[in-house]
């Protein structure tokens, strides 16, 4: 039976700012990638995102990004390594403690926005991001797109690498994505279904120039913030779920201990 995660940005609000719908999105997803008060959230918020995770059976993962809670960590940040590896162990640092005093533990890491992206094509940002993880827990699994740096810095150094696809965007012809963000929800919901389905059972997906990119899923992304997001959600798992498809938490996914 093939297998597959789907995960979820969330824990995003911060203050009296809602974004998202996290307890909604809770009943579909498998992994929860919670915001560690950097591009978003705020202690309370991480505290309660932790709990509903629980509470849902969901596992967590830490979602750093740059410290720009003006631009939702999706600005490009002048910053050192070292900088960008401290970035990481402090809001790892922060969220292991809420899952520590509400008996979870953290399975994965997966950089957020800018941060993300930069890391994706830069081997040495990829190799700071992937030791800070190592130093919080060597066995933490990190999410990264398909022939990114991270994949293949990660393998070099023996750190497992979750290879993430997305259920709504684009993707390009290297199997990276197109970062739209024009608020414009998804119409057609079994069309996306049966995108994902396909990622999933073929290794396939049609690029945004129209041609064949192979690549792998093993955890597929879908943001809160699109618009309908739930709905998108719930016709994924129904899709996957009539394919046979298994869904379940990445270390399942990937047969790891965290």
Known sequence: MLRVDLNCDMGESFGMYKLGNDEEMMKYITSANIACGYHGGDPHVMRNTVELAKEYGVSIGAHPGFPDLLGFGRRNMTSTLSEIKDYVTYQMGALREFATALGMKLQHCKPHGALYMLAMEDEKVARVILEAIAEVNQNTIVFAMNHSAVVEVGE????????EVYSD?????????????KGESIQDLEKTADRVVRM??????????????????????????????????????????????EIAPIHDVLNVRV
């Open 156 to 163: 070099k150094m023996g750190i497992r690498v979750a290879k």
């Open 169 to 181: 965007r684009e993707h390009t012809a290297t199997g990276s994505i197109i970062l739209t963000r």
């Open 200 to 245: 999933v059972k073929e290794g396939k997906v049609v690029a945004h120039t129209g041609e064949d990119v192979s690549l792998k899923a093993e955890t597929i992304c879908i943001h809160g913030d699109t618009p309908g997001a739930p709905l998108i959600a719930k016709a994924i798992v129904k899709a996957l779920k009539a394919e046979n498809i």
